[in-house]
T-cell receptor, first 115, second 115 residues
Framework: NAGVMQNPRHLVRRRGQEARLRCSPMKGHSHVYWYRQLPEEGLKFMVY????????ESGMPKERFSAEFPKEGPSILRIQQVVRGDSAAYFCASSAGEEYQETQYFGPGTRLLVL | AQSVTQPDIHITVSEGASLELRCNYSYGATPYLFWYVQSPGQGLQLLLK??????LVQGIKGFEAEFKRSQSSFNLRKPSVHWSDAAEYFC?????????????FGAGTRLAVHP
């Protein structure tokens, strides 16, 4: 049973380019969370999605960042016009349900470096 | 607002020694508490979680944690550390976001193990 998959694992972008990060949840999971980990810090919640719906995007920067989780295919975190401050590790987690007791399973992360 | 504090940024122990990693949380109601471990370049793996009931929780890899409401703490312990336990450990709190499990993480404790 494959775990949460993220790709690419490493992504290098120049300032002003776009970054697309993909997350395939575990089989049977329809709940996806995205977190960002800045260097030497813990993970910070960005957004919570269910299939075709954004439930909570309170942790997303207001501009340049967007997320989607279509009916078919992976969840996408999109960062437009990247800046150096976007350099971080981006993790997604999936769960089978939304209840507090549901375990979130994390992917290996995408490490974004903005030059 | 909810928050998690891990007072120790780095801890070094000798192999075979006991370990205790501290975690304090701030949350008015009964929290849902988690400990995750992150190996270098990897995603997060759940060690254990507490929702209710017995305040001493057993997890994987020989870890346990004790919930102490009076001290707002959820410290992680292991009686005898192995070299493979060297990693970063994150405490997290959930259960406050109205039905889904948005997690707030501490900044992490990096554990080094001496042979």
């Amino acid at each position: 049973n494959a775990g949460v998959m993220q790709n690419p694992r490493h992504l290098v972008r120049r300032r002003g380019q776009e970054a697309r990060l993909r997350c395939s949840p575990m089989k049977g999971h329809s709940h996806v969370y995205w977190y960002r980990q800045l260097p030497e810090e813990g993970l910070k919640f960005m957004v919570y999605l269910q299939k075709e719906n954004i439930i909570d995007e309170s942790g997303m920067p207001k501009e340049r960042f967007s997320a989607e989780f279509p009916k078919e295919g992976p969840s996408i975190l999109r960062i437009q016009q990247v800046v150096r401050g976007d350099s971080a590790a981006y993790f997604c987690a999936s769960s089978a349900g939304e209840e507090y007791q549901e375990t979130q399973y994390f992917g290996p992360g995408t490490r974004l470096l903005v030059l | 607002a909810q928050s998690v504090t891990q007072p120790d940024i780095h801890i070094t122990v000798s192999e075979g020694a006991s370990l205790e990693l501290r975690c304090n949380y701030s949350y008015g109601a009964t929290p849902y508490l988690f400990w995750y471990v992150q190996s270098p370049g990897q995603g997060l793996q759940l060690l254990l979680k507490y929702f209710s009931g017995d305040t001493l929780v057993q997890g994987i890899k020989g870890f346990e944690a004790e919930f102490k409401r009076s001290q707002s703490s959820f410290n992680l312990r292991k009686p005898s550390v192995h070299w493979s336990d060297a990693a970063e450990y994150f405490c997290a709190v959930g259960g406050f976001s109205g039905g889904y499990n948005k997690l707030i993480f501490g900044a992490g404790t990096r554990l080094a193990v001496h042979p």
